[in-house]
């Protein structure tokens, strides 16, 4: 049996098992993913000792998608561009390592909330490792505009910087400089923010914009309470997250599952 797992430092919280066994039964696909907690200052010698034991792929999380970067011998546009791995696949000839945050993010977006980006203002908050996996998707979706906002003036106008060339109107500015009603806000921070409470002014806001975080569950509840305070449409991170799945067993098994069942399931054990 081909075997999977997504490896990180937590990683006993992670629901990519679930989503990907419910991806597996629905295409009939036989395999087996597991959880991998690397130790933090041995995360090659954990992948190269899952490879030797048969394994065909696997997802990277927190804190090793840099690391899984440098490791890939090969690699998607999309990875080269973000500069992170989350989905990496065990070839014969070499590992291939591919990022599929970005589409993730965007497929949420675009299917599950029914919003085309094209022509949108969109507000990402946040210039770390989450941001840096999201924004060439996002750009590739052709909004009217992306302001990228963060603590660190500098990670922001690095990451605009590296995303130039990709021909959307594309600025870098402090939280406190953030645009005011934007369509579509992003909170891509670490901050777990408690109460209603967001990085960002709620002038950022206007009534109707969604308001995403990439986080689910109690970690994401302060921002999302904020948004629905302010008239927003609120949106956790658990269909980003089945949608990057979607994305990784696509690059693994070149078969697409659907999404939407695995989504109400998930949602239903939250
Ligand atoms: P991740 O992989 O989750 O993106 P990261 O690379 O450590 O994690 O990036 C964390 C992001 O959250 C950064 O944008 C960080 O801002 P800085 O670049 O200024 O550090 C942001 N962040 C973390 N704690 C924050 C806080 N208390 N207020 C605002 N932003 C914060």
Avoid at 85 to 97: E, H, K, P, S, Y
Wanted: proline share 4%.
């Amino acid at each position: 049996t081909d075997r999977y797992a997504v490896v990180g430092n937590p990683v006993e919280h992670s629901r990519s098992p679930a989503i990907h066994a419910m991806f597996a039964e629905q295409t009939g696909q036989t395999l087996t993913y597991e959880r991998l907690l690397a130790p933090l200052d041995g995360f090659e010698a954990a992948l190269k000792a899952f490879v030797a034991a048969g394994a065909k792929g696997c997802n990277i999380t927190v804190p090793f998608k840099f690391d899984a970067f440098a490791l890939a011998a090969n690699r998607t546009e999309r990875a080269q561009l973000g500069g992170a791995v989350n989905t990496l696949r065990f070839d014969a000839d070499g590992w291939t390592g591919d990022n599929t945050d970005g589409a993730g993010l965007v497929n949420d977006i675009q299917k599950n909330t029914g919003r085309s980006l094209a022509g949108l203002q969109v507000l990402l908050v946040g210039a770390g490792g989450a941001s840096a996996g999201a924004l060439g998707a996002l750009i590739a979706a052709r909004p009217a505009r992306v302001t990228l906002v963060n603590r660190t003036l500098d990670k922001a106008q690095a990451l605009v910087a590296s995303h130039a060339h990709l021909g959307v109107t594309l600025s870098a500015a402090t939280l406190a400089d953030a645009p005011a009603a934007q369509d579509i806000v992003i909170n891509a921070t670490s901050t777990s923010l408690a109460g209603a409470a967001s990085p960002v002014d709620a002038r950022v806001l206007k009534r109707g914009s969604l308001a995403l975080d990439m986080m689910y569950g109690p970690k994401a509840q302060g921002f999302l309470d904020w948004a629905a305070a302010h008239g927003a449409e609120p949106r956790d991170g658990l269909g980003m997250l089945v949608e990057q799945a979607a994305e990784a067993f696509f690059f693994w098994r070149g078969v697409r599952p659907d999404t939407a069942p695995v989504l109400k399931a998930l949602r239903a054990t939250l």
